[in-house]
């Protein structure tokens, strides 16, 4: 299915709500009606059952924390909301990481560019809302953990 062909089977009661207008709330709520397909092709594989209800639980946090947040006065509140959704968005993106072998590739990377959408456009929205840019510090982190050295061979 594609977002066009969604898009047209939403009911009006969520099309007429102001909170329909965020695109990033359209998107979260595309990707938990196609993550359902995922979550049941990962429940039957009794290795990744606990995936699944992990990404269940993430994805639908995604759009339920912005439907919230859009409910909120404030716009710290809102933002802090906002920075909820950027978690579940950034923990169901990881869930798919893991679940990438049962899954396939062709939806893997479908999902984790949605989610990677959805994620830009909150880091968008919440320094807006909170009135400050969010960005890590730039100190480097040291020596690269993954890089192959001459003391730890790689296995092979």
């Known amino acids: 299915m594609t977002y066009e062909d969604w898009e047209r089977t939403v009911p009006p009661e969520f099309t007429g709500d102001p909170l329909w207008n965020m695109e990033v709330y359209r998107w979260s709520l595309f990707l938990a009606d196609i993550a359902l397909k995922d979550v049941t092709k990962l429940i039957g594989d009794r290795r990744t059952i606990g995936l699944a209800n992990q990404l269940s639980e993430a994805v639908g946090s995604i759009g339920a924390n912005i439907s919230e947040g859009y409910s909120r006065q404030s716009g710290k509140d809102q933002a802090r ?20 072998h049962v899954l396939g590739e062709r939806v893997f990377d479908h999902r984790v560019k949605l989610l990677t959408k959805i994620i830009k456009n909150l ?25 192959p050295s001459a003391e730890v061979p790689m296995p092979e």
């Not at 909301?81 to 579940?88: H, I, N, P, T």
């Not at 840019?133 to 100190?139: A, C, F, P, R, W």
């Open 81 to 100: 909301f906002y920075e909820y959704a950027l978690g579940s968005a950034r923990e169901s993106r990881t869930w798919y990481y893991d679940g990438r």
């Open 123 to 147: 880091l968008v929205i919440v320094p807006a809302q909170r009135g400050y840019k969010l960005q890590e510090d730039e100190e480097p982190y040291g020596d690269d953990p993954l890089a």
